[in-house]
C-alpha cells in the first residue's frame, strides 16, 4: 500500500470523511481532506500543549499530562464531529445562506469560543506562573511573618536550652586547648631558642678566657664572667620551660579527652534539637493562624486578577492577555473558520449526498413495501378462511429488506388467487 493511500485512510478517519467516495474523488476532494485532519491534529496538539502546561503548574508531571491529553481529546472529537455533520454545498454550488445554517453557525462559534477562551486562559496562567507563584510567596510571608517570628523564637529559646550549655563546655574547652597549645609552641621555641643562647655564650667565654684571638685578653676578666653569667641564665631559663612542657603535654591530652566526651554530648544535644525543632515545626503547621501553600488554579487566577488590577503591573499584563487570548482564539477557532468559510467547492459532499439520499429512498421503498405485505397478510387471516389450499398456513416472516418485502408480497397474491 503507497504511503500517499495510508495518509487518505489516515485522514478520513480523523476528519470522520467516507474513503470509498475520496478514493475516487479529484483531487481538490482528497487535498480538502488531507487539510481539515491535518487542521484538526494540529488544533489537538495545541490544545493538548496549552492544557497540559496548565495542569503542569499546580500538579506533578504524571498527572498533568494526562489531564491535558483527556481534555485534548475531548476538544478533538467535538471538532470532528463538526468536520463530518456539515454537508453544505460551498463555492460554486452553495446557494444563499438560510437563517438556519447562520444559526448552526452562530452555535458552533460559541461552542469553539468557549473552548478556546478556556485553552487560552489557561496557557495564559500558565506563562504568568512566575509572577503568581512570586505574588502568592509574597503574600503567604507577610500574612505567616508574626506566626513565623513566634515559632522562631521557640526554636531559639530550644536551641539556648538543649545546645546552649553543651556548647559553651566545648567552647570552654576548646579555648583552653587553644591557649595551652600556643603555650607549648612558646616553651618549645624558648628550649630552642634559649639552647643556642647558652652555646654562644660558652664559645665566647671560652674565647675570652684563651684570649687567642684579636681583640681579646686571656684570663676570666669581666667579659668572661659575663658570659658565663648569660650562659647559666639560658640554661636555667631552657630548665624551666623543660620541666613546664612535659605538664601541659598532659593537660593537652587531658582536655582532647575531655572534648571528646563533651563533643558526645553535644552530638546528642544536636540530635533532641531536631527533635524537637520538629515538633515545634508541626505545631506551626496545626497552629490555625499559619496559611499554608496554596497553589490551585482558584488561588492562581485570583493573584492574575490582582496584577491585572494592579497600577504598577496591570498594563502590561493586560497587553499581554489581549495578544496572547487573540493568537489562541484564531489558532482554536481556525479549523472552524476553515470548514465553514474556507472550504472549496466539493464533488465529494455532491456525491455523498446523493448517495445517502438514494440509500434512504431505497429503504423508505422498501419500509412501504413491508407494510404492504403486512396488511394483506393480515386482511388474509381476518377472512373467513382460517387455512389456505393444500392445509398451508401463511408464511411467517421477517422483512428488513427489498428481497423479504418481495416474498412477503408473493406469498399474499398466491393466497389470493387460491381464494
Known amino acids: 500500500m503507497k504511503l500517499t ?22 483531487r481538490i476532494d482528497r487535498m480538502t481532506v488531507g487539510g ?78 468557549v473552548l478556546a477562551t478556556s485553552t487560552a486562559t489557561g496557557m495564559l496562567l500558565a506563562l504568568c506562573s512566575s509572577a503568581i507563584d512570586g505574588r502568592l510567596q509574597a503574600q503567604r510571608a507577610a500574612m505567616n511573618a508574626p506566626v513565623r517570628a513566634e515559632y522562631d523564637e521557640r526554636r531559639l529559646e530550644a536551641a539556648r536550652r538543649i545546645v546552649g550549655p553543651r556548647q559553651a563546655e566545648v567552647d570552654a574547652i576548646n579555648g583552653e586547648r587553644d591557649r595551652v597549645q600556643r603555650r607549648m609552641s612558646e616553651l618549645q621555641g624558648t628550649i630552642a631558642a634559649t639552647g643556642r ?7 665566647e667565654a671560652a674565647r675570652q678566657e684563651a684570649g687567642d684571638l684579636k681583640g681579646y685578653r686571656p684570663g676570666r676578666g669581666p667579659r668572661f664572667q659575663d658570659a658565663m653569667r648569660m650562659e647559666r641564665e639560658f640554661v636555667a631559663t631552657a630548665a624551666s620551660a623543660s620541666a613546664e612542657l612535659p605538664l601541659l603535654v598532659q593537660r593537652f591530652d587531658h582536655l582532647g579527652r575531655e572534648l571528646e566526651r563533651k563533643g558526645t554530648e553535644l552530638r546528642q544535644a544536636h540530635a533532641e534539637l531536631e527533635a524537637a525543632h520538629a515538633r515545634i515545626d508541626q505545631q506551626l503547621a496545626a497552629d490555625p493562624r499559619w496559611q499554608p501553600e496554596r497553589s490551585g488554579p482558584v488561588s492562581r487566577w485570583m493573584v492574575l486578577e490582582e496584577l491585572h488590577n494592579s497600577a504598577d503591573t496591570g498594563p502590561a499584563v493586560r497587553r499581554f492577555e489581549w495578544l496572547f487570548m487573540t493568537t489562541m482564539l484564531v489558532l482554536e477557532l481556525s479549523f472552524l473558520a476553515i470548514k465553514t468559510l474556507f472550504s472549496p467547492a466539493s464533488v465529494y459532499t455532491v456525491q455523498l449526498v446523493r448517495r445517502t439520499k438514494e440509500a434512504a429512498a431505497r429503504e423508505a421503498h422498501a419500509h412501504r413495501r413491508y407494510l404492504h405485505a403486512l396488511r394483506s397478510g393480515s386482511a388474509e387471516r381476518d377472512g373467513a378462511t382460517p387455512r389456505h389450499a393444500g392445509g398451508q398456513r401463511p408464511s411467517i416472516f421477517v422483512v428488513g429488506t427489498s428481497r423479504g418485502a418481495d416474498q412477503a408480497r408473493g406469498n399474499a397474491n398466491a393466497q389470493g388467487g387460491d381464494a
Request: aromatic letters at 12%.
Open 5 to 26: 493511500e495510508c495518509w487518505m485512510r489516515f485522514a478520513c478517519i480523523v476528519a470522520n470523511a467516507d474513503h470509498d467516495l475520496i478514493a475516487n474523488g479529484n
Open 36 to 113: 481539515n485532519a491535518a487542521a484538526l491534529l494540529l488544533t489537538g496538539t495545541i490544545a493538548m500543549s496549552a492544557w497540559s502546561v496548565f495542569f503542569a503548574s499546580f500538579m506533578p508531571g504524571y498527572a498533568a499530562i494526562p489531564a491535558g491529553l483527556l481534555v485534548a481529546a475531548t476538544i478533538f472529537m467535538l471538532d470532528r464531529a463538526m468536520s463530518g455533520s456539515d454537508w453544505e454545498f460551498s463555492g460554486i454550488l452553495g446557494g444563499r445562506r438560510c437563517t438556519l445554517w447562520w444559526a448552526k453557525l452562530a452555535l458552533r462559534c460559541g461552542v469553539a469560543t
Open 197 to 203: 643562647a647558652a652555646s654562644d655564650a660558652r664559645i
